[in-house]
């Protein structure tokens, strides 16, 4: 607590200590504490104690002050003292105290605050499997035991936690029999919904803090919870989206492949025939859309891009192209175009400007389409279902998903 002033005083005496006297400082915020003062001390971090070595030091201490204790007592007297054994002895004194040098749970419990902590778990449980109005009930009733609103809500952070942690490293939590039963059980829902649920837990306990009404806000956080485990996992949704795409593609695929059969002679025909089918690929394109394709075929991609971009096609005729070009366009795409036509097909090209409005662009076009396909799947139930749970999803990119 001494300020920087008072530090400045102290440092001269740190320089040139008196040869009877030793400095002690002891500190839980060494940030805090000046660099000209710690460069002239010895510096030792004090580790918390683990709750094995803390419980087996009370038990050691019982025992030489003859003592009586329940195991559980001494779990519960070695975990609120976190990890301190300055607190833990004082816990212990007062808990020997209470009970005449005859430790029991039950009194501990009470005397800790942490009496009815199975109803948080069976509170937490409630919540996961979505059954609000029990979860209330037991709600109020853990009201009525004394227990505020930010304290019950802290116990399910906590169980939250503890059941989340035996699903990653599935190591001991320090618990006493019963209740790391009941968190393993819990733990069995999956991580990917306890963090869910931790995610809605720690903003129902800022709410909290700022409610004009604890026990309102309390009710109300229990009830997302509720709601909340309920939501679907966003990987299962998806995989189950996919398998039903995958039974539409399956069926679509058996049509195609009793289609196919019919095809055979057709395309026998065409091998047959492709000596004139070559010979027609060289014929001058008789739509817009032939000559943007040739346009990419010839490896003229800048000009490509040109035209579906700025160009509205206004008329189309054989050799004659008549469109208008978007304010403030490059007109040499049209001379680009005539020429590149010329050069490619032998043969001479008319490309013309024109003032009407013509029709859209083909990037134009393609946004619609985009669009009317976004709908289209919006529509659909599976999906429908998952913008209902994730409204602000957006359907950035549609792929065809072809098989090998």
Not at 32 to 55: N, V
Not at 107 to 133: A, P, R
Not at 279 to 291: A, I, R
């Amino acid at each position: 607590m001494l300020s920087n002033a008072a530090f400045n005083a102290l440092l001269k005496t740190l320089e040139e200590p008196p040869q009877n006297v030793k400095f002690i400082f002891a500190t839980t915020e060494i940030k805090k504490i000046p660099a000209t003062i710690i460069s002239r001390c010895q510096k030792f971090d004090l580790q918390r104690i683990d709750l094995k070595t803390l419980s087996n030091h009370l038990k050691s201490i019982c025992q030489n002050e003859n003592i009586s204790y329940e195991n559980d007592s001494i779990s519960h007297i070695c975990k609120a003292s976190e990890g301190s054994v300055r607190d833990a002895l004082s816990l212990l004194d007062q808990a020997a105290s209470l009970c005449r040098d005859d430790i029991k749970e039950k009194i501990v419990l009470n005397m800790l605050g942490l009496n009815g902590y199975e109803k948080n778990i069976k509170l937490f449980e409630l919540c996961l499997t979505n059954q609000c109005s029990e979860a209330l009930k037991v709600y109020d009733d853990i009201l009525q035991n004394g227990v505020q609103p930010l304290q019950i809500i802290s116990n399910l952070l906590e169980i939250n936690h503890l059941a989340s942690k035996i699903n990653v490293i599935k190591s001991d939590i320090n618990m006493t029999e019963t209740i790391e039963k009941k968190i393993s059980e819990i733990s069995t829902h999956g991580l990917p919904k306890l963090v869910r649920i931790w995610q809605i837990l720690i903003k129902s306990f800022e709410e909290l803090k700022y409610a004009p009404n604890e026990e309102q806000a309390g009710s109300m956080a229990i009830i997302k919870l509720c709601y909340g485990s309920s939501l679907p996992d966003p990987s299962q949704l998806l995989e189950k989206i996919s398998e039903q795409t995958n039974t539409q593609s399956e069926n679509e695929q058996t049509k195609i492949s009793k289609f196919s059969n019919s095809q055979d002679k057709f395309f026998k025909e065409s091998v047959i025939n492709n000596d004139e089918e070559k010979s027609e690929s060289f014929k001058n394109p008789d739509t817009f859309e032939g000559v943007l394709e040739l346009l990419l075929k010839n490896r003229e991609s800048l000009l490509h891009a040109q035209l579906i971009n700025n160009v509205h096609l206004i008329s189309f005729e054989e050799k004659r192209i008549k469109v208008r070009l978007k304010f403030k366009s490059d007109t040499e795409i049209l001379k680009n175009l005539s020429s590149t036509l010329e050069r490619i097909t032998n043969n001479k090209w008319s490309v013309t400007h024109s003032e009407e409005d013509g029709e859209k662009t083909i990037v134009e076009k393609q946004n619609i389409e985009l669009n009317q396909q976004k709908e289209k799947i919006k529509t659909n139930p599976h999906f429908a279902e998952l913008f209902k749970h994730f409204p602000k999803a957006e359907i950035t990119s549609i792929e065809d998903k072809k098989s090998n």
